[in-house]
């Protein structure tokens, strides 16, 4: 089973310049200002293929070289338990994760799966360089599978804190290796020691929210629903740490609106995020375009403090052209907030109503739904997309025996760039 390379062009979000990807690219190669870059894929009208192809069967709208072996599409089902407990008349269920009943099968029970397999597939053909990847958890564990199943060989930089996060079925392919920063450090100090391999010709940073594969990928939620509902959704919910998922969901969107089948209406994004740590719900709510003044050691304490760590990003891409900010505006959308308490909360509803255990990040998600009942954001009678973005790990380890993988290195952040690449170099 294969696919064909699929056609597309960048375009740039700030001056809508349009232009040809030279294979790697994160932005426009003419214009220095911050700005994202977009697929324009040449098939405006997209063809559904079969589940046997995974993720790729969305590969018409994937920025794709080929297709890599054991992935998993999102799935998404019509809520029963959590729509009657909630009255709602629409509510629609997108579950990335561990739930075979459903037709869900990612070995990480998380959707940082559709970004992997993206991701990697976009890689060039002739490619002799080594990926690298930072991650506060399930990006992570989501890279290290598809890379080792798939023989890529790739760096993971991830907080030591957050190493009990990259659990397996099976030990790793040697060509996936783990760098930590120390005890104490979060995500940020992740993507400072990894972003420090950049000086050498021997690896290339994967781009995080800059690159296109990342976000077509995690689009593909909304691509799930769309193909199910038979329309674009009313109202999209999920929790965020840089709010990638969020961009990806309105550009999804757009690609919708262009193929015409689908409605002409967007989505009204309200993404949500794990109180205290809440540097992009305060900015929107602030009006401010910018991030509010927080400095680092105040960041770091509150990121530490949240029970959905993946939601820990102190340097998002919200104020970047086509960034959070600007799809926020575009789509009317609006910001929500939970603690700590909620979320667990709303994990246990979700176990209880609908039959499976979900991330605490999905928490997040389903208690901002709750709450913008509540405040009348959202009526009971619009059609809702709830992203769940990861569920069925209680379960995936109550079935098969998992293994923790170790890292291969622990390195401070203030090492210099010599000396990680140094290091880094020798695990090879």
Request: hydrophobic share 40%.
């Amino acid at each position: 089973m294969e696919i064909q390379p699929t056609a597309y062009r960048l375009e740039n979000c700030l001056t809508h310049r349009v232009f040809e990807d030279s294979g790697w690219l994160m932005a426009d190669p003419e214009d220095s200002r911050p700005s994202l870059v977009r697929t324009i894929y040449d098939k405006k009208q997209i063809e559904f293929k079969s589940p046997d192809y995974g993720i790729y069967k969305f590969s018409d709208w994937l920025p794709v070289h080929r297709m890599l072996k054991g992935s998993c599409a999102p799935v998404t089902y019509k809520s029963q338990g959590l729509a009657r407990k909630l009255g709602l008349s629409n509510l629609y269920i997108t579950f990335s994760g561990w739930w075979p009943e459903k037709g869900a099968f990612m070995n990480t029970c998380s959707f940082k799966e559709t970004e992997a397999y993206s991701v990697c597939a976009r890689l060039p053909k002739d490619n002799n360089k080594v990926l690298v990847v930072a991650s506060a958890g399930n990006t992570a564990r989501a890279f290290s599978q598809v890379c080792s199943d798939n023989n890529i060989p790739i760096v993971i930089a991830i907080p030591e804190d957050n190493l009990n996060a990259l659990w397996f079925k099976q030990n790793l392919n040697k060509c996936v290796k783990i760098i930590c920063t120390p005890k104490g450090s979060d995500y940020f100090d992740a993507i400072a020691l990894a972003s420090k391999l950049n000086a050498s010709p021997m690896f290339m940073e994967e781009g995080g929210a800059k690159n296109v594969a990342r976000r077509d990928g995690m689009g593909t939620t909304v691509l799930s629903a769309a193909e199910v509902i038979g329309r674009i959704p009313d109202v999209y919910f999920q929790a965020v740490g840089s709010g990638t998922g969020t961009i990806a969901a309105y550009e999804a969107n757009l690609r919708l609106k262009e193929d015409g089948r689908f409605g002409s209406h967007f989505m009204k994004l309200i993404p949500s995020q794990n109180v205290p740590f809440t540097p992009m719900h305060d900015a929107w709510k602030a009006g401010s375009r910018n991030l509010l003044p927080m400095d680092e050691n105040e960041g770091r304490t509150k990121a530490l403090q949240i029970k959905a760590p993946v939601l820990s990003n102190r340097k998002p891409p919200y104020s970047i052209a086509g960034g959070l900010f600007d799809v926020l505006q575009w789509s009317n959308g609006d910001f929500q907030k939970v603690t700590n308490g909620e979320l667990t909360e709303a994990c246990d509803m979700f176990e209880e109503l609908e039959g499976t255990d979900i991330y605490s990040a999905a928490g997040v998600a389903l208690m901002s739904l709750v709450k913008a009942l509540k405040e009348g954001q959202v009526t009971p009678q619009q059609t809702i997309m709830l992203n769940i973005t990861g569920g069925g790990e209680k379960r995936f380890k109550r079935e098969f025996n998992y293994v923790n993988a170790r890292a291969d290195l622990i390195l401070s952040p203030e090492s210099s760039p010599a000396e990680v690449i140094e290091k880094v170099s020798a695990l090879f």
